[in-house]
């Protein structure tokens, strides 16, 4: 086992004595504080429950208002394979859930020699899995109980903890260079086969994978992710990945076919190989605690000085760009007059 691998299965370890399963099921069907969807949408017809206009019109519902900020921007989108063009808009990704299956930007997938030949040389410029990555206007912070959710147009075939789920693993960063990934369980078995796209999982068997909470149908609901759960990882201990200020969230997808593992070196399965809306479908990402904003603060550390001036530096000239790379006056770019922000607030 690599280095990498042995601190997160020491990571996990710490992480699945406190918070076991079984985990919560796709509409909150099986009892888990730890981890239960956190509804997109609220109202009269119930937690959960979205307006989707024409086919789910749910009078009086309303947006969750414990979502203080949505994604604002995409950095990257690098999708996999089978993706087609409708669904290869990254743009959809950014904005409140809607509880429309429609609304989604696809990551594809990998075919069997595709994984081979990824595994065989990661760092290639060979197939890799999918992902996206988003900055945010606000700050992410470690606060009370889940800190950012990740909403995919998962569903239920039955109400049952059986779904129809295309996962991915989450990632989080600081300076949108070095990512922390959470730490994730899957007990979910092997299914019968080579391969097995329209296949159903029991998801109370997994932890802290996106994508196993149902978003489709006029059901809205996020898989909630908690910074705490990064307090063992490399990148946080030595300080790269800062749990209080967190500006870009990366969703990879994980080709379902048991080469990719969970945090404990288990296999993780799902629908696979699917095609068209291939792979991990993200529709939103909502944050839930959020750091207050200090104009010039481009670190999130509640200070206005050098090491915001060291960022703005770094990424002069840069569009479009996130409050976290120096862009404080929300135009998108990074210019004279955000120097002038962190020169009228340095000091704060």
Same mark, same amino acid.
């Given at each position: 086992m690599t280095r990498s691998g042995w601190m997160s299965a020491v990571i996990f370890a710490a992480v699945a004595a406190a918070w076991a399963g079984p985990y919560a099921g796709p509409l909150g069907s099986v009892p888990n504080p730890y981890d239960q969807g956190i509804p997109? $949408?609220?109202?009269?017809?119930? &937690?959960?429950?979205? !307006?989707?206009?024409? $086919?789910?019109p749910n009078p009086g519902q309303v947006l969750n208002d414990a979502f203080v900020a949505w994604a604002a921007g995409v950095v990257a989108y690098l999708p996999g394979s089978d993706v087609d063009a409708d669904w290869s808009d990254p743009g959809k990704a950014l904005g409140p859930a809607t509880g429309d299956e429609f609304e989604i930007v696809s990551l594809g997938d990998?075919?069997? #020699?595709?994984? @081979? @030949?990824?595994? @065989? &040389?990661? &760092?290639g410029p060979g197939? !890799?899995?999918? =992902?996206?990555?988003? =900055?945010?206007? #606000?700050?992410?912070?470690?606060?009370?109980?889940?800190?950012?959710?990740?909403?995919? *147009?998962?569903f239920s075939r039955s109400g049952s903890p059986q779904f129809f789920a295309e996962l991915a693993y989450v990632e989080v960063s600081t300076d949108g260079a070095v990512f922390a990934r959470f730490p994730a369980r899957s007990l979910a078995v092997r299914p019968a086969g080579n391969s097995w796209p329209y296949v159903s999982i &029991?998801?109370?068997?997994?932890? *802290?994978? @996106?994508?196993? !909470?149902? *978003?489709?149908h006029g059901y809205s609901w996020g898989t909630p992710f908690d910074l705490a759960d990064l307090a063992g990882d490399p990148a946080v201990l030595d300080g790269r990945v800062d749990p209080r200020a967190i500006h870009f969230v990366r969703i990879v997808d994980i080709p379902g076919s048991g080469d990719f593992l969970d945090a404990a070196g288990a296999p993780i399965y799902d629908g696979w190989v699917t095609y068209g809306s291939a792979g991990f479908d993200l529709e939103a990402v909502g944050v839930l605690n959020a750091a207050s904003f200090i104009p010039g603060d481009a670190d999130g550390d509640g200070d206005v000085d050098l090491d915001d001036f060291v960022i703005l530096k770094q990424n002069?000239?840069?569009?479009?760009? =996130?409050r976290g790379q120096g862009d404080f006056d929300g135009d998108e770019d990074v210019d004279l007059d955000d120097f002038v922000i962190l020169k009228q607030n340095f000091g704060t």
């Open positions: 997109g $949408w609220v109202g009269p017809a119930g &937690d959960g429950v979205a !307006h989707v206009d024409p $086919w789910y990998l075919t069997a #020699a595709a994984i @081979a @030949a990824y595994l @065989a &040389d990661p &760092d197939p !890799h899995p999918g =992902s996206i990555t988003l =900055s945010f206007d #606000a700050t992410i912070t470690d606060g009370p109980g889940a800190d950012l959710a990740v909403f995919e *147009n998962g &029991d998801v109370t068997d997994v932890y *802290n994978l @996106a994508g196993k !909470h149902t *978003n489709a002069f000239g840069l569009a479009p760009a =996130s």
